[in-house]
């Protein structure tokens, strides 16, 4: 079985401030890892994702994450935070050698504050 | 190329109604996805599409879902009676083959009163 943890469900940050947003995950088996945005009434947007190639995955929008098998954790971090970046963050696994259901966390709530 | 739509975008219904959530995929997207997400809550899988057959529908909660995907085109999810607890978002997801990215749809949201 396959689970995620996001610390905090609730993110504040100001304007051009550093972003990170933290996911841990469990797996029993060499992970897909994700991360997915959802701005305000819209759909699940694909930021990122990890299929075992490089553990610095670069996304859009100036995010990225690294993929760390020792602390079995995949954060999310944007340099520099911009107005639109409010949304909230889920962060994600899959099998890869299964039927790719993704297991999500909980969400994150990114604020950013002027 | 259109992305994954789902119809109706939001729906309020009272308990022990019937309510039908429409998703259309990509086209030439085998595998259609649809996920639930109750507030406060996980996003979760309920149930997995290849073409029109059902490949796996672990996470579908009781029998009063049914999901169908005649065609192999647009699925649709209906739930019957509703329940309070039905109430949530529902997403819909679509990707061409296994391993390729779920794209995913606005989502439906679903009121039980």
């Known amino acids: 079985a396959q689970s995620v943890t996001q610390l905090g469900s609730h993110v504040s940050v100001s304007e051009g401030a550093l972003v990170l947003l933290r996911c841990n995950y469990s797996?029993?088996?060499?992970?897909?890892l994700f991360w997915y945005v959802q701005y305000p009434n819209q759909g699940l947007q694909l930021l990122l994702k990890y299929t075992s190639a490089a553990t610095l995955v670069k996304g859009i929008n100036g995010f990225e994450a690294e993929f760390k098998k020792s602390e079995t954790s995949f954060h999310l971090t944007k340099p520099s935070a911009h107005m639109s970046d409010a949304a909230e963050y889920f962060c994600a696994v899959s099998d890869p050698g299964g039927y790719q259901k993704v297991t999500f966390g909980i969400g994150t709530k990114l604020q950013v504050i002027p | 190329e259109a992305g994954v739509t789902q119809f109706p975008s939001h729906s309020v219904i009272e308990k022990g109604q019937t309510v039908t959530l429409r998703c259309d995929p990509i086209s030439g997207h085998d595998n259609l996805y649809w996920y639930r997400r109750v507030m406060g809550k996980e996003i979760k899988f309920l149930l997995h599409?290849?073409?029109?057959?059902?490949?796996?529908e672990s996470g579908m909660p009781n029998n009063r879902f049914l999901a169908e995907r005649t065609g192999g085109t647009y699925s649709t999810l209906k739930v019957q009676p509703a329940e309070l607890e039905d109430s949530g978002v529902y997403f819909c997801?679509?990707?061409?083959?296994?391993?390729?990215?779920?794209?995913f749809g606005p989502g439906t949201r679903l009121l039980v009163l």
């Open positions: 997801a679509s990707s061409r083959t296994l391993g390729e990215t779920q794209y």
């Open positions: 797996s029993s088996v060499p992970p897909y």
């Open positions: 599409f290849v073409k029109e057959s059902k490949q796996d």
